[in-house]
């Protein structure tokens, strides 16, 4: 029981920083810098891209995305 909860925090965790890695590239190397488009590192995108992974880090810059519609 104990290495279940052991990976399923590691799996998180993992998540997470892959996730938070990714925001940061976008943030920094793949959009423009005048653009509004840019998702914050805050503890909400922390356990967004740690519960859903790389489709966690696509919604939030989905959500984005329909704010400026």
């Not at 104990?2 to 890695?21: D, H, P, Q, Y």
């Not at 519960?51 to 696509?58: A, E, Q, Y």
């Amino acid at each position: 029981m104990e290495s279940k909860w052991v990976t399923v925090i590691t799996n998180f965790i993992l998540r997470a920083i892959l996730g938070m890695g990714l925001i940061f590239f976008i943030n920094n190397y793949v959009l423009p810098d005048d653009n509004t488009l840019k998702v914050g590192l805050n503890a909400v995108s922390f356990l967004t891209s740690g519960t859903l992974g790389i489709p966690g880090v696509c919604l939030l810059y989905g959500i984005l995305m329909y704010q400026i519609l």
